[in-house]
């Protein structure tokens, strides 16, 4: 009975530990997008060595953005980039890219709204205690600082080293 809960609990790790490399691999695509998230009205930055290093030119489509000119960058890779339009909506959209003779390539990518507002900056909150807030955080410093000095005095005049 030991050596079975045994020989569960290890074929279940192994499981564990296998199923996530298998899905990592999966997703992996050969298209890189810089950023993966973007916002409308930012330029994304689309590459890819699938064509091999003797072509030096690919189209590459992003639904939402239009047509994207891939060309020669360093090495065998080929990149190219567009703006996200104003007008896109939160939600993940499809990049494809085509080589000649006829390697088609698709990746992802996802449009995020921006935040609104003005980011809250100042003293880490200050803004927004009241006075008795203060007071109260006053009194407990204080208390702690007596407490402190009554210990060492204490400790002095007991002939207790510190």
Not at 74 to 84: A, R, W
Not at 101 to 127: D, I, L, N
Request: net charge neutral; with cysteine.
């Amino acid at each position: 009975m030991r050596s079975a809960r045994i020989l569960a609990c290890s074929a279940l790790t192994l499981c564990a530990l296998g199923l996530p490399a298998t899905a990592a691999g999966a997703d992996e695509s050969d298209v890189s997008v810089s950023p993966q998230r973007a916002f409308p009205g930012s330029t994304i930055t689309v590459s890819t060595e699938v064509c091999g290093p003797d072509v030096t030119y690919a189209k590459g489509q992003a639904e939402a953005g239009g047509q994207i000119n891939l060309t020669k960058g360093h090495g065998s890779e080929l990149v190219g980039d567009f703006t996200v339009p104003e007008t896109a909506e939160d939600g993940e959209y499809t990049i494809t890219v085509k080589c000649p003779p006829r390697t088609r390539v698709e990746t992802s990518f996802q449009v995020v709204s921006r935040p609104e507002g003005a980011v809250r900056g100042g003293f880490g909150g200050a803004g927004g205690v009241n006075g008795t807030q203060i007071v109260v955080g006053s009194l407990l410093i204080a208390g702690a600082a007596a407490g402190g000095a009554v210990t060492m005095r204490r400790r002095r005049f007991a002939g207790i080293a510190s």
